[in-house]
């Protein structure tokens, strides 16, 4: 790592201070944190200083640690150590960071490099005759996919081309940097394919036949829905309960729409996937010798959800099932894990988690014998 140090004195103000609203930014921020810790704050307070002034000044860096009770040398080093803080002046208007790391070096960055060289000033770090513009270059900023890219201040730019750099630089020196939209320079959402997607896109859903183990059919779907590539996880319950799970309130609608399902397929020799909230045929039935015992609910039920692994609704059809105490569950043999566990569908979960075992802390001594036992409080 290169030897970072402040600027010369002669270009240093005299004294630091938050201005404006930054004021009461920099309190709300100090009091995010317990008494005693309040040093935490030295990262979001010097970067606020930079966003205020440019860059951050000697001033800044003691006038930080005075607000955080903070020896100088140890705020210094906070500066000194991460490049995201730049120690002398930078441009005004924008400086440009260009990702020089191997996957944006392969796709062109160079030739970005050199284009700030000639735009801007041929030293990094070092601002152009008007003081507007200045720029260096960086190491991976998490783009790669869409090398080559550069940052400007907290925007990125990216899939560039040396003419769509020298236009964004010309609007940025103009002031209207605001005007460009960050992000992909090209037709793409965000890290998607160039070109659009490539996967889910056809509407039909291909089969294969699960009675002769022929090829695959064509079969028509309804609706066919491709999320955009940039979607994330859409939230579900899904790590806690299966949505094909059958209760006792849904097993006879279950069984009903299954037969169904079957009778239309009969003569066809094709047998299409049942509706997910039908596929129950493989759940163990309520009338298994090895489901456990339940009981008539107490007027006091244990807080199952201690248990973990157990959510509100793993809980509410254990209630179902008769299961209203840590005791209950404490008792469980093998065979009626087992039992539960399919008819759950966790896929030998209730073992993993070993419910038992929490489950005989917590009926002996509560939350205090679960930390006991287990070292941690219980979810």
């Given at each position: 790592?290169?030897?970072?140090r402040l ?9 630091f ?30 970067m ?52 020089g ?10 030739e ?7 735009r ?18 960086v190491?991976?900023?998490?783009a ?6 550069v ?8 899939d560039l ?19 460009i939209k960050p ?26 036949n ?9 079969v ?6 491709v ?5 994330g ?18 097993a ?12 239309d ?13 039908a ?10 010798e ?6 008539e ?6 807080d ?5 692994g157990?959510g ?26 087992d039992?539960v566990?399919?008819y ?17 802390a ?10 006991r036992?287990f070292?941690?409080?219980p979810r």
């Amino acid at each position: 790592m290169s030897v970072r140090r402040l600027a010369e004195e002669n270009v240093q103000p005299q004294s630091f201070a938050f201005k404006g609203e930054n004021v009461a930014w920099a309190e709300a921020t100090i009091k995010k944190y317990p008494e005693g810790r309040q040093q935490s704050a030295v990262i979001p307070l010097l970067m606020r200083a930079q966003e205020q002034d440019g860059w951050v000044t000697k001033a800044a860096i003691e006038g930080v640690a005075d607000m955080l009770g903070m020896a100088y040398i140890r705020v210094l080093e906070v500066a000194t150590f991460y490049t995201q803080f730049q120690l002398k002046p930078v441009g005004t208007r924008a400086h440009v960071q260009v990702c020089g790391t191997t996957p944006c070096m392969l796709r062109g960055s160079e030739e970005l490099i050199k284009l700030c060289k000639k735009r801007i000033h041929p030293e990094p770090l070092t601002p152009n005759e008007s003081g507007t513009l200045s720029w260096e270059e960086v190491e991976c900023q998490g783009a790669c996919v869409n090398a080559p890219m550069v940052m400007i201040f907290k925007d990125s730019y990216e899939d560039l081309t040396v003419p769509q750099l020298d236009y964004i630089i010309d609007r940025y020196d103009a002031g209207k940097g605001a005007d460009i939209k960050p992000g992909p320079q090209i037709d793409r959402i965000f890290s998607a394919p160039v070109g659009g997607v490539t996967t889910l896109s056809s509407p039909y859903v291909r089969q294969r036949n699960q009675v002769t183990d022929a090829e695959p059919v064509a079969v028509e779907a309804d609706t066919v829905s491709v999320p955009p590539a940039n979607a994330g996880r859409v939230k579900t319950d899904a790590a806690e309960t299966d949505p094909s799970l059958k209760t006792p309130a849904t097993a006879k609608a279950a069984s009903a729409a299954n037969a169904k399902v079957e009778g239309d397929n009969k003569d066809t020799g094709i047998v299409e996937k049942a509706p997910a909230n039908a596929a129950a045929a493989a759940k163990p039935s309520l009338e298994d010798e090895r489901r456990p015992a339940g009981i008539e609910k107490p007027a006091t039920v244990d807080d199952l959800k201690l248990i973990s692994g157990v959510g509100p609704k793993i809980e509410g059809i254990l209630h179902e099932l008769g299961i209203f105490t840590f005791a209950q569950v404490a008792g469980w043999t093998k065979d009626e894990r087992d039992w539960v566990d399919g008819y759950l569908n966790f896929k030998g979960r209730i073992d993993r988690d070993d419910w038992v075992k929490q489950a005989e802390a917590l009926a002996k001594g509560g939350e205090a014998e679960y930390i006991r036992v287990f070292g941690k409080k219980p979810r």
